[in-house]
């Protein structure tokens, strides 16, 4: 035996790359309605391109995704069907507070999560929901600078407030910030932050920082209170630096890359900011707007478990001329001449998720749960309408026998383990549909042509049995 009993198999989607509907329903306009598919995402996302309206010459997926607003029932019941424990899934800020910095909320937004979970319920799935997964309202983007702003913090408070009251028994697994290190990889998506030119960005992005870590805090704070069942996580884009040589000055740099995303997970659990950071900001020049017992806050109210998404370990070098990187990632990353990449580029790399959990357990000494994994793949349905999709099965395979390694050989405590993207969605990173990872397949295209129809993929009936057997039949 090795994952335990109650071990929380399922899948993991995000409001933003799944629901559309983003019109409907009293919902408000977010940063990420506004990433267009094409060569102009990148800058929209990293905050270099101010894209605060629609316009004719882009196209945006985010606004219709795959109807998930309209076909949950359906969806929830594939996933009942393939026997799923749980269902990760996030909350759009903007269906509860279309605006954000109202005091009472849309209904008619927490009646539609309402029934969602009631229809998780149904299947015997536990909800697991991320609280933001990379949307802002706009108006907060617009009016005060989103994150940047310390009155987001209390925006947020409110949120966390009206959905831990509304959902109470019905939902009891809560994830902070999606990635919350993405903001310093993509500002926009992250969290909602674009720069002024001749802006400190680092500084900006820092401030954010602060303020998402109290907001964070609090959030904990808060579910604990009302009710003492809740299991509050945060969630870290994971995957272990390796140093390209063993001269030391690489494998210092792999370290400094580490502790570039350890830095919110220190908070988070430990409570603490880590020593390497305060001296590295502080000779940047970067100030932390910490005030008045936010360093309490920090203190008292850390994360209950670690979740966090692995697509691929990471590469550093300090030698110019190895300078050749991985394709299409958010993260630049050193290429590693000893791993293949998917179609976008990214590494794969399945021992390295081992290596992650070890180093995260380690570090932490708190129960994991593995929210992302997966492969992005072209999916071509044969003549028959079938997609056979072996490749996605040895990948999760490879990777479900890496973390089992883990668990029975290093005895880390996992709690369970989402697939990304358990239905084909829009991608994050680029905003294409033929960037896929479910085991349902979902007839749409990047230019948004498709039934929306939804087709089991061979991977299917796969994880099916997976979970059927504990992960034991792989
Ligand atoms: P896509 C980059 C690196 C690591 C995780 O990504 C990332 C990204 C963004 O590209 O994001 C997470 O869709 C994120 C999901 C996202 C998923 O990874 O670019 O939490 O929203 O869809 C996969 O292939």
Not at 11 to 31: F, K
Not at 96 to 111: Q, R, S, V
Not at 180 to 206: D, R, S
Not at 302 to 319: A, G, L, M, N, W
Request: charged share 25%; hydrophobic share 35%; net charge negative.
């Amino acid at each position: 035996m090795s994952f335990r009993k109650d071990f929380l198999w399922g899948g993991a989607t995000a409001a933003n790359q799944c629901e559309g509907g983003y019109n409907e329903g009293g919902r408000g306009l977010a940063n990420v309605d506004l990433a267009p598919v094409g060569p102009d995402r990148f800058p929209v996302i990293t905050g270099e391109k101010k894209m605060f309206h629609f316009d004719e010459d882009h196209f945006y997926p985010a606004q219709n995704a795959i109807d998930m607003y309209h076909r949950y029932q359906e969806d929830i019941a594939l996933f009942g069907e393939m026997g799923f424990k749980t269902y990760r899934l996030s909350i759009a800020w903007s269906r509860i507070f279309p605006l954000g910095d109202e005091t009472e909320p849309n209904e008619e937004g927490l009646k539609f999560y309402e029934d969602l979970f009631k229809e998780c319920r149904k299947h015997n799935i536990e909800p697991l929901v991320t609280i933001t997964h990379f949307d802002c309202p706009m108006h907060l983007v617009e009016k005060y600078g989103a994150w940047r702003s310390r009155e987001l913090v209390g925006f947020y408070e409110n949120l966390c407030n009206v959905i831990f009251n509304r959902y109470k028994g019905l939902v009891k697994y809560w994830l902070t910030f999606n990635e919350i290190n993405m903001i310093l990889h993509a500002p926009f998506m992250g969290a909602g932050l674009y720069f002024e030119e001749g802006e400190n960005k680092e500084q900006v992005k820092y401030q954010a920082a602060h303020h998402e870590l109290l907001a964070s805090a609090i959030a904990t704070k808060i579910a604990h209170e009302v009710d003492p069942e809740n299991q509050v996580g945060c969630m870290l884009a994971a995957g272990t630096n390796y140093a390209y040589t063993c001269k030391p000055e690489d494998v210092w740099a792999a370290r400094k890359a580490d502790r570039e995303n350890f830095f919110f997970i220190d908070v988070q659990s430990r409570g603490e900011y880590p020593a390497y950071a305060l001296k590295e900001l502080e000779r940047e020049g970067i100030e932390l707007p910490i005030e008045d017992g936010d360093l309490e806050l920090l203190k008292e109210h850390t994360v209950d478990f670690i979740s966090f998404s692995y697509y691929s370990s990471r590469v550093q070098s300090t030698d110019p001329a190895v300078n050749e990187q991985t394709a299409g990632n958010i993260f630049a990353s050193v290429k590693n001449p000893y791993l293949e990449a998917s179609e976008w580029g990214w590494q794969i790399d399945p021992l390295g998720l081992r290596t992650t959990m070890n180093d995260l357990y380690d570090r932490y000494q708190k129960p994991l749960f593995i929210v992302e994994n997966g492969l992005g793949a072209v999916d071509s349905p044969d003549e028959n309408g079938n997609v056979v999709d072996d490749y996605r099965i040895e990948y999760l395979a490879a990777h479900i026998k890496a973390m089992k390694d883990a668990v029975e050989l290093d005895g880390v405590d996992l709690l369970g383990y989402t697939t990304w993207g358990c239905i084909d969605l829009v991608s994050a990173g680029t905003g294409e549909m033929k960037k896929r990872y479910g085991f349902i397949y979902v007839d749409r295209d990047n230019e948004g042509n498709g039934t929306l129809k939804r087709s089991k993929k061979k991977s299917f009936d796969w994880y099916k049995k997976v979970i059927a057997t504990n992960g034991e039949d792989l």
